[in-house]
Protein backbone atom coordinates (compact mmCIF):
# COMPACT_ATOMS: atom_id res chain seq x y z
CA UNK A 1 0.00 0.00 0.00
CA UNK A 2 0.98 3.28 -0.78
CA UNK A 3 1.96 5.45 2.38
CA UNK A 4 4.01 8.28 3.64
CA UNK A 5 6.05 8.88 6.61
CA UNK A 6 7.08 11.32 8.54
CA UNK A 7 8.95 10.43 11.46
CA UNK A 8 9.53 13.44 13.48
CA UNK A 9 5.90 14.72 14.72
CA UNK A 10 7.48 18.20 16.17
CA UNK A 11 11.37 19.68 15.95
CA UNK A 12 12.22 22.71 17.47
CA UNK A 13 15.42 25.23 16.19
CA UNK A 14 16.92 27.74 16.58
CA UNK A 15 16.41 30.87 14.37
CA UNK A 16 19.61 30.62 12.11
CA UNK A 17 19.86 26.77 12.82
CA UNK A 18 19.89 24.47 9.41
CA UNK A 19 17.00 22.27 9.09
CA UNK A 20 15.90 18.87 7.93
CA UNK A 21 12.87 17.08 8.12
CA UNK A 22 12.18 13.78 6.98
CA UNK A 23 10.16 11.87 4.95
CA UNK A 24 9.81 8.86 3.47
CA UNK A 25 7.61 6.67 0.94
CA UNK A 26 6.43 3.59 0.09
CA UNK A 27 5.22 3.93 -3.46
CA UNK A 28 5.24 1.04 -6.10
CA UNK A 29 6.19 3.26 -9.11
CA UNK A 30 8.07 6.04 -9.55
CA UNK A 31 6.48 8.90 -7.49
CA UNK A 32 5.41 12.36 -7.50
CA UNK A 33 6.99 14.39 -4.28
CA UNK A 34 5.71 17.24 -2.78
CA UNK A 35 6.08 19.45 0.18
CA UNK A 36 3.41 21.49 1.70
CA UNK A 37 3.45 24.17 4.25
CA UNK A 38 0.88 24.98 6.80
CA UNK A 39 0.43 28.25 8.77
CA UNK A 40 -1.82 28.13 11.70
CA UNK A 41 -5.44 28.27 10.76
CA UNK A 42 -4.42 28.08 7.18
CA UNK A 43 -4.29 25.99 3.85
CA UNK A 44 -1.84 24.48 2.28
CA UNK A 45 0.86 26.12 0.49
CA UNK A 46 3.16 24.28 -2.03
CA UNK A 47 6.98 24.33 -1.11
CA UNK A 48 8.28 22.06 -3.50
CA UNK A 49 7.48 19.19 -5.93
CA UNK A 50 9.46 16.53 -7.65
CA UNK A 51 8.11 14.72 -10.79
CA UNK A 52 11.68 13.81 -12.48
CA UNK A 53 15.04 14.98 -13.45
CA UNK A 54 17.65 16.34 -11.07
CA UNK A 55 17.26 15.19 -7.68
CA UNK A 56 17.62 17.86 -5.59
CA UNK A 57 14.71 20.64 -6.26
CA UNK A 58 14.41 24.23 -5.44
CA UNK A 59 11.15 25.73 -3.41
CA UNK A 60 10.32 28.75 -2.50
CA UNK A 61 11.43 30.27 1.10
CA UNK A 62 14.84 29.20 0.36
CA UNK A 63 13.84 25.34 0.97
CA UNK A 64 15.30 22.89 -0.92
CA UNK A 65 14.27 18.81 -1.16
CA UNK A 66 16.41 16.05 -2.40
CA UNK A 67 15.06 12.49 -4.10
CA UNK A 68 16.50 9.60 -2.97
CA UNK A 69 14.98 6.69 -4.83
CA UNK A 70 17.45 4.08 -3.12
CA UNK A 71 15.93 5.66 0.94
CA UNK A 72 12.46 5.93 -0.70
CA UNK A 73 13.24 9.32 1.09
CA UNK A 74 12.56 13.41 0.09
CA UNK A 75 13.60 14.96 2.79
CA UNK A 76 13.56 18.89 3.20
CA UNK A 77 16.01 21.19 4.26
CA UNK A 78 16.84 24.64 4.95
CA UNK A 79 19.87 26.40 5.52
CA UNK A 80 19.18 28.98 8.16
CA UNK A 81 15.92 29.06 9.82
CA UNK A 82 13.79 32.19 10.33
CA UNK A 83 10.88 32.49 12.61
CA UNK A 84 8.48 32.92 10.45
CA UNK A 85 9.48 29.44 9.35
CA UNK A 86 7.62 28.35 12.21
CA UNK A 87 4.47 26.12 10.81
CA UNK A 88 3.77 22.71 10.18
CA UNK A 89 5.19 20.79 7.38
CA UNK A 90 3.63 17.74 5.20
CA UNK A 91 4.89 15.49 2.64
CA UNK A 92 2.85 13.83 0.10
CA UNK A 93 3.15 11.49 -2.79
CA UNK A 94 0.99 11.31 -5.28
CA UNK A 95 -1.36 8.02 -6.35
CA UNK A 96 -0.95 8.56 -10.09
CA UNK A 97 -4.39 9.43 -10.58
CA UNK A 98 -4.37 13.36 -11.35
CA UNK A 99 -4.12 15.16 -7.70
CA UNK A 100 -5.16 12.49 -5.37
CA UNK A 101 -2.06 13.15 -2.79
CA UNK A 102 -1.06 10.61 0.10
CA UNK A 103 -0.28 12.49 2.63
CA UNK A 104 1.99 12.14 5.67
CA UNK A 105 1.19 12.75 9.27
CA UNK A 106 3.05 16.15 9.41
CA UNK A 107 6.23 17.86 11.07
CA UNK A 108 5.21 20.82 13.26
CA UNK A 109 8.07 23.30 13.31
CA UNK A 110 8.94 25.78 16.10
CA UNK A 111 11.88 28.37 15.73
CA UNK A 112 13.54 29.75 19.29
CA UNK A 113 15.04 32.89 19.31
CA UNK B 1 -4.94 34.48 -11.73
CA UNK B 2 -6.56 31.24 -9.95
CA UNK B 3 -8.32 31.55 -6.61
CA UNK B 4 -9.79 29.60 -4.62
CA UNK B 5 -12.62 30.47 -2.10
CA UNK B 6 -13.64 28.73 0.46
CA UNK B 7 -16.14 29.66 3.34
CA UNK B 8 -16.97 29.67 6.09
CA UNK B 9 -13.39 30.02 7.61
CA UNK B 10 -14.69 28.87 11.68
CA UNK B 11 -17.68 26.97 12.40
CA UNK B 12 -19.55 25.40 15.11
CA UNK B 13 -22.43 23.22 15.18
CA UNK B 14 -24.37 20.82 17.21
CA UNK B 15 -24.60 17.02 17.15
CA UNK B 16 -27.33 16.19 14.53
CA UNK B 17 -27.48 19.73 12.77
CA UNK B 18 -26.86 19.72 8.36
CA UNK B 19 -23.57 21.20 7.57
CA UNK B 20 -23.01 22.57 4.11
CA UNK B 21 -19.53 23.98 3.21
CA UNK B 22 -18.95 25.79 -0.01
CA UNK B 23 -15.48 26.06 -2.23
CA UNK B 24 -15.58 27.86 -5.59
CA UNK B 25 -12.45 28.44 -8.17
CA UNK B 26 -12.11 31.27 -10.11
CA UNK B 27 -9.74 31.66 -13.21
CA UNK B 28 -10.06 28.12 -14.50
CA UNK B 29 -12.22 25.90 -15.98
CA UNK B 30 -12.96 22.20 -16.08
CA UNK B 31 -10.56 21.86 -12.76
CA UNK B 32 -10.38 18.46 -10.61
CA UNK B 33 -11.77 19.96 -7.39
CA UNK B 34 -11.20 18.26 -4.05
CA UNK B 35 -12.30 17.95 -0.45
CA UNK B 36 -9.74 16.91 2.47
CA UNK B 37 -10.01 17.15 6.05
CA UNK B 38 -7.52 17.18 8.23
CA UNK B 39 -8.54 15.90 12.23
CA UNK B 40 -6.69 17.07 15.35
CA UNK B 41 -2.96 15.96 15.33
CA UNK B 42 -3.09 13.73 12.13
CA UNK B 43 -2.45 14.20 8.30
CA UNK B 44 -4.85 15.00 5.54
CA UNK B 45 -7.42 12.80 4.15
CA UNK B 46 -9.06 12.90 1.33
CA UNK B 47 -12.59 12.35 1.06
CA UNK B 48 -13.91 13.45 -2.15
CA UNK B 49 -12.64 13.92 -5.68
CA UNK B 50 -14.24 15.40 -8.46
CA UNK B 51 -13.24 15.69 -12.48
CA UNK B 52 -16.74 17.07 -13.67
CA UNK B 53 -19.94 18.68 -13.60
CA UNK B 54 -22.27 16.29 -11.19
CA UNK B 55 -19.17 13.70 -10.99
CA UNK B 56 -17.77 12.81 -7.22
CA UNK B 57 -15.63 9.64 -6.45
CA UNK B 58 -15.69 9.12 -2.46
CA UNK B 59 -12.69 7.97 -1.07
CA UNK B 60 -13.40 6.91 2.69
CA UNK B 61 -17.29 5.77 3.68
CA UNK B 62 -18.61 8.20 6.04
CA UNK B 63 -21.47 10.84 6.84
CA UNK B 64 -20.54 13.44 4.56
CA UNK B 65 -21.09 13.65 0.71
CA UNK B 66 -20.76 15.94 -1.70
CA UNK B 67 -21.69 17.85 -4.94
CA UNK B 68 -20.81 19.80 -8.05
CA UNK B 69 -23.12 21.32 -9.54
CA UNK B 70 -21.20 23.76 -11.16
CA UNK B 71 -17.68 23.80 -13.10
CA UNK B 72 -16.00 25.70 -10.35
CA UNK B 73 -18.03 25.18 -7.14
CA UNK B 74 -18.11 22.18 -4.84
CA UNK B 75 -20.05 21.75 -2.01
CA UNK B 76 -19.45 19.35 1.23
CA UNK B 77 -22.44 18.85 3.17
CA UNK B 78 -23.83 16.27 5.26
CA UNK B 79 -27.54 15.78 6.96
CA UNK B 80 -26.83 15.04 10.36
CA UNK B 81 -23.17 15.71 11.97
CA UNK B 82 -21.48 13.81 14.26
CA UNK B 83 -18.94 14.63 16.75
CA UNK B 84 -16.23 12.90 14.88
CA UNK B 85 -16.89 15.12 12.30
CA UNK B 86 -15.11 17.68 14.00
CA UNK B 87 -11.83 19.18 12.22
CA UNK B 88 -10.22 21.11 9.56
CA UNK B 89 -11.39 21.17 6.17
CA UNK B 90 -9.53 21.91 3.05
CA UNK B 91 -10.80 22.35 -0.66
CA UNK B 92 -8.41 22.44 -3.55
CA UNK B 93 -7.91 22.26 -6.90
CA UNK B 94 -6.11 21.32 -9.84
CA UNK B 95 -5.34 21.54 -13.10
CA UNK B 96 -5.20 19.06 -15.91
CA UNK B 97 -5.23 15.27 -14.84
CA UNK B 98 -1.75 14.57 -15.00
CA UNK B 99 -1.13 17.62 -13.49
CA UNK B 100 -1.14 16.74 -9.18
CA UNK B 101 0.15 19.65 -7.94
CA UNK B 102 -2.57 20.78 -5.35
CA UNK B 103 -3.67 24.75 -4.99
CA UNK B 104 -5.52 24.57 -1.10
CA UNK B 105 -8.04 26.87 0.24
CA UNK B 106 -7.63 28.51 3.33
CA UNK B 107 -10.21 25.74 5.09
CA UNK B 108 -13.06 25.66 7.55
CA UNK B 109 -12.10 24.67 10.65
CA UNK B 110 -15.24 22.64 12.16
CA UNK B 111 -16.34 22.01 15.52
CA UNK B 112 -19.12 19.73 16.33
CA UNK B 113 -20.42 20.02 20.07
Known amino acids: AQSVTQPDIHITVSEGASLELRCNYS??????LFWYVQSPGQGLQLLLK??????LVQGIKGFEAEFKRSQSSFNLRKPSVHWSDAAEYFC???????????FGQGTELSVKP | SQTIHQWPATLVQPVGSPLSLECTVE??????LYWYRQAAGRGLQLLFY??????ISSEVPQNLSASRPQDRQFILSSKKLLLSDSGFYLC????????????FGSGTQLSVL
Open chain 2, 92 to 103: AWSGTPTNEKLF
Open chain 1, 27 to 32: YGATPY
Open chain 1, 50 to 55: YFSGDT
Open chain 1, 92 to 102: AVGSGQGGKLI
Open chain 2, 27 to 32: GTSNPN
Open chain 2, 50 to 55: SVGIGQ
